[in-house]
T-cell receptor, first 116, second 109 residues
Framework: GAVVSQHPSWVICKSGTSVKIECRSL??????MFWYRQFPKQSLMLMAT?????????EQGVEKDKFLINHASLTLSTLTVTSAHPEDSSFYIC????????????FGPGTRLTVL | DAKTTQPNSMESNEEEPVHLPCNHS???????IHWYRQLPSQGPEYVIH???SNVNNRMASLAIAEDRKSSTLILHRATLRDAAVYYC??????????FGPGTRLSVLP
């Protein structure tokens, strides 16, 4: 149980284009999903917290107009990187909270974005 | 957010037990202790979590100090597949996870 998927697993795009990444909770409903970014040899950095049906909360320094997050249902959140540039190349990971009192997060397998 | 401190790296021999320490001296009474691990190019994988009592599951055991200022993740028999970065994270319900650098565990055959 508690499986989270991401699609695509990797994507290569040209500078200036937009890329959408999907995060799905497959066997549970997730009221809250998180988006992280991880650069090579670094730890995960939280980008934003997404609650179903409401606007995402972005961490300081993360441009909300560049990283558009939509959490339209209890099983799907999307991250769109708009006008991507090479410095946006990174490993993007989502997680979902299954609920309960301990807030255990279940993570997706990640999406490797390369911007040329 | 309460901070955790972990050794940067550890080594273990295959089929031997591994004890991964974590210090969290500023832990609050309602903080849960979570452990995750991350293999290369994968998302973090949940390992175990606890509040006050020691916990066991099929993957590992979590030993929590009586004052809760430290904890130890125990892998009873390390395998090559256990080589990963292990993260100790404090979570107060409703707040965000803060990932530190973690401990890179190497398992030697």
């Amino acid at each position: 149980g508690a499986v989270v998927s991401q699609h695509p697993s990797w994507v290569i795009c040209k500078s200036g284009t937009s890329v959408k990444i999907e995060c799905r909770s497959l066997d549970f409903q997730a009221t809250t999903m998180f988006w992280y970014r991880q650069f090579p040899k670094q730890s995960l950095m939280l980008m934003a917290t997404s609650n179903e049906g409401s606007k995402a909360t972005y961490e300081q320094g993360v441009e909300k107009d560049k990283f558009l997050i939509n959490h339209a249902s209890l099983t799907l959140s999307t991250l769109t990187v708009t006008s991507a540039h090479p410095e946006d190349s990174s490993f993007y990971i989502c997680s979902a909270v299954a609920g309960g009192s301990t807030d255990t997060q279940y993570f997706g397998p990640g999406t490797r974005l390369t911007v040329l | 957010d309460a901070k955790t401190t972990q050794p940067n790296s550890m080594e273990s021999n295959e089929e031997e037990p591994v004890h991964l320490p974590c210090n969290h001296s500023t832990i609050s009474g309602t903080d849960y202790i979570h452990w995750y691990r991350q293999l290369p190019s994968q998302g973090p994988e949940y390992v175990i979590h606890g509040l006050t009592s020691n916990v066991n599951n099929r993957m590992a055991s979590l030993a929590i100090a009586e004052d809760r200022k430290s904890s130890t993740l125990i892998l009873h028999r390390a395998t090559l597949r256990d080589a990963a970065v292990y993260y100790c994270i404090l979570d107060n319900y409703g707040q965000n996870f803060v990932f530190g650098p973690g401990t890179r565990l190497s398992v030697l055959p």
